[in-house]
């Protein structure tokens, strides 16, 4: 599912409520993702009720090994950003693999 996707699913959704384009849907949905992209660039977590929380950790450096020669390779410290899925999200995913 895309940027674009979302924004025409929340446009058809709410189409005889609100007054809204889908190019202004689509600028709300882009401004969110700024948001949780600024914030988490600050080093802030992102916590959204019922789907979950995002986070960015620290990971120490380490030494590593190229698969294709086994010789030994500097990996350097860095930060990754981390998704923790909310229970309910869990539940809900775990639900749906069990009808399949």
Do not use: W
């Not at 009720?49 to 390779?73: A, D, I, Q």
């Not at 930060?79 to 999200?89: C, M």
């Amino acid at each position: 599912m895309t940027k674009r996707d979302i924004a025409n699913f929340i446009h058809q959704r709410c189409n005889s409520e609100c007054s809204m384009t889908k190019k202004e849907v689509y600028e709300i949905v882009t401004e969110v993702f700024q948001l949780i992209e600024e914030t988490l660039h600050k080093g802030e977590k992102v916590q959204i009720s019922g789907f979950g929380t995002f986070l960015v950790k620290h990971r120490k450096g380490k030494v590593g090994r190229n698969p294709r020669t086994g010789e030994e390779v500097p990996v350097p410290d860095r930060k990754v950003i981390v998704f923790k899925p909310s229970r309910k999200l869990l539940e809900l995913v775990e639900l749906k693999m069990r009808k399949i």
